[in-house]
């Protein structure tokens, strides 16, 4: 009986699975792009089928990472930073306005230009 020459297996690329995290980030984003407001901690477990601590764990971690921004003690307060002026420009360039990105940072420094020290005549009266 002949046996078959061993044949080392193909290395096949599998895109790698999105973390909890970016699936928490992922779960937050929709909500509020849906609703207008942020999901609860409960609302989020739901969503990724995990236990409440697990989903206050992954926006804990959201929130050191800077992925997010909370106002503390409040219930709803999850923000995602850009996200606000995205879902406007999207809305904006829906409604047919041409939207040019320069146009929103005038001034990249955050700070308003220098302006020239006029020296100051008086009044000739």
Known sequence: ????????????AVPAAPSR??????????????????????????ALGVSLTRAKALVHQLAIDKSIERAAGAQRAITVPGLFEQLVLEKLRSE??????????????????????????????
Do not use: N
């Not at 980030?25 to 509020?32: C, D, G, K």
């Not at 041409?98 to 146009?103: I, Q, S, Y």
């Open 96 to 125: 047919g306005w041409v939207v040019d990105r320069d146009a929103l940072d005038p001034f990249p420094q955050g700070q308003l230009p220098l302006v020239a020290v006029l020296e100051h005549i008086p009044d000739p009266d």
């Open 1 to 12: 009986m002949a046996v078959a020459p061993h044949t080392p297996p193909v290395a096949i």
């Open 21 to 46: 995290k970016q699936q928490a980030l992922a779960v937050i984003v929709a909500h509020i792009r849906r609703t207008g407001h942020s999901p609860s901690i409960g609302e989020i477990a739901a």
